[in-house]
């Protein structure tokens, strides 16, 4: 028995850290994208569109059944508004107001929501490992945002007060992935759930760009957003839901921009400095510290079961 719950917890963790690998695309793709004259809420806007539509191809190949309960409806709802209005809308204010460093560093605040937020709504518990966890994971997002160039962090920046306001903002919503998606991993598949909030979403960003014309590596770069980064990533990080708790899934999934940064390099030549490099090994030592400790209070588990 023990050996299956460990076989099943390091499938979660798997399938987590692809999820994050995934991820890890967004910025990369999400750049070739503005490089053909696309705004960056027109790409929000085709990511999540895109995205639905390889989730309901899927569900009318698969003739899965389409329905969910009346009491999910509300949910449902809200997942949409914050998990892919609201989250894209104050993401993209905040990168406007207070530069693309410092918002991607409030951004991964979401691991402090999730933890608050898991205790309250999923009673996971806030053991003193997920604290340390949770300590290095935000001490590394701050020394990679700290150690770019155009960071408001060293001296540059708009409107900082209205920046960081949109930010923790973005963080808290995109904590609700974690939060939402773990309510609904035991229920629909991740299929029926994006094919229910994810064209909503999409619709309620439409007032707020114009469409612009595209060239063929537009649509590449916005396709790739829409299978690799959404609708793979999805799937595999939904599936890690059903496995591990929301509290460590959203830890280990801050692998997400040492990826990003890893990709950014080998397409750019972009590198961090050695204050970077150190947010990256934090990020990474928490990420060990969230699955080596599960694995030892396991043990004492078991210890106390032989010694009774």
């Known amino acids: 028995m023990s050996n299956d719950k460990n076989t099943t917890q390091r499938k979660g963790y798997f399938y987590i850290v692809m999820a994050a690998v995934m991820w890890g695309f967004l910025g990369p793709l999400g750049k070739m994208a503005y490089a053909q004259g696309i705004t960056p809420l027109e790409v929000a806007f085709w990511r999540a569109f895109l995205a639905w539509c390889c989730f309901a191809t899927e569900i009318l190949i698969r003739q899965k059944p389409i329905k969910v309960m009346r009491t999910d409806l509300l949910p449902l709802c809200l997942f949409s508004v914050l998990c892919i209005s609201l989250f894209y809308g104050s993401y993209q204010v905040a990168v406007e107001q207070s530069g693309a460093a410092l918002s991607s560093v409030l951004l991964y605040t979401a691991p402090a929501w999730v ?24 001490s590394g997002v701050i020394l990679i945002g700290a150690s770019q160039p155009d960071s408001p962090m060293t001296g540059d920046g708009g409107n900082l007060a209205l920046g960081i306001a949109t930010g923790l903002f973005s963080g808290f919503c995109y904590s609700f992935y974690y939060i939402l998606g773990k309510y609904f991993s035991s229920k629909y598949s991740a299929g029926l759930l994006f094919f229910y909030t994810l064209l909503p979403g999409a619709l309620l960003l439409l007032p707020w760009f114009s469409f612009s014309e595209k060239t063929t590596w537009a649509w590449v770069a916005l396709g790739l957003l829409a299978i690799i980064s959404t609708y793979g990533a999805y799937h595999v990080y939904y599936a890690g839901l059903k496995y591990i708790e929301a509290g460590r899934a959203s830890i280990v999934a801050t692998l997400e921009p040492v990826v990003a940064g890893l990709v950014a390099w080998y397409w750019w030549g972009e590198f961090f400095t050695p204050l970077g490099y150190a947010g990256v090994a934090l990020i990474i030592a928490a990420v060990v510290l969230v699955v080596k400790e599960k694995k030892i209070k396991r043990r004492k588990t078991n210890a106390c079961k032989l010694s009774s």
Do not use: C, H, N, P
């Open 115 to 138: 933890i608050l937020l898991s205790r309250l709504f999923l009673g996971e518990r806030v053991t003193s490992g997920k604290l340390l966890a949770l300590g290095l994971t935000i």
